[in-house]
């Protein structure tokens, strides 16, 4: 069985603040991890995926993500915040081979003030 | 990667009525589809695995008949809600799953569903 845990409802910074996204996931396969964004009526855009490769892994727009398997994480970071960053973002896991069946998290909501 | 698109973006219907929602592959082709549903400020959750040809699979709680999808082309999956109640309308989100390069899903923009 896996699951995720996003440990944050919602996380406010300012502008060109740091941002974390908490993810902890439990898999009882080697899992494949992703995080997606969600912005306000839209699809799902994928950021960044771990795919047993190296463990940093570098997405979309400035953010990346560590695999830490001995805590069992894979937060999501970027350095500075842009306002176009407020979304929601989802953390994914799925068996890394096989047929792609995705858990998802309950989401993050990120805000972002001036 | 793949390029998703539904329709409609948006649909209002009376309740006991049916609504039909398209989720089109076109780019690529699709032999499997899964539809998700998300309620206000919740996750996703899987509703069904579309397969190509086949009958799909429903996941726990998900009535199938109540839910009806067709999925006839590589490029084309419909979802039918049928008789629809005012606890149906959520946002309905398909995806194209990609075995190859990538390995991955592709979202399409969502068709958010409200029933009076």
């Known amino acids: 069985a896996q699951s995720v845990t996003q440990l944050d409802s919602h996380v406010s910074v300012s502008e060109g603040t740091p941002v974390l996204l908490r993810c902890n996931y439990s898999s009882s396969y080697s899992p494949s991890l992703f995080w997606y964004v969600q912005h306000p009526n839209k699809g799902l855009q994928l950021l960044l995926k771990y795919t047993s490769a190296a463990t940093l892994v570098k997405g979309i727009n400035g953010f990346e993500a560590e695999f830490k398997k001995s805590e069992t994480s894979f937060h999501l970071t970027k350095p500075s915040a842009h306002m176009s960053d407020a979304a929601e973002y989802f953390c994914?896991?799925?068996?890394?081979?096989?047929?792609?069946?995705?858990?998802f998290g309950t989401g993050t909501r990120l805000l972002v003030s001036p | 990667g793949a390029v998703v698109s539904q329709h409609p973006s948006w649909v209002i219907c009376k309740s006991g009525t049916s609504v039909k929602i398209e989720c089109r592959s076109l780019d690529f082709q699709a032999t499997t589809m899964f539809w998700y549903r998300q309620f206000p400020k919740q996750s996703l959750m899987l509703m069904a695995t579309s397969n190509e040809g086949s009958k799909a699979t429903y996941e726990q709680g998900v009535e199938k008949d109540k839910f009806l999808i067709n999925h006839a082309s590589l490029t084309l999956s419909t979802l039918t809600v049928t008789s629809a109640h005012p606890e149906d309308s959520s946002f309905y989100i398909c995806?194209?799953?990609?075995?190859?390069?990538?390995?991955?899903?592709?979202f399409g923009p969502g068709t958010r569903l409200t029933v009076l």
């Open positions: 994914v896991v799925t068996p890394s081979t096989g047929f792609q069946k995705l858990v």
């Open positions: 995806s194209v799953y990609s075995s190859g390069e990538y390995n991955e899903q592709f």
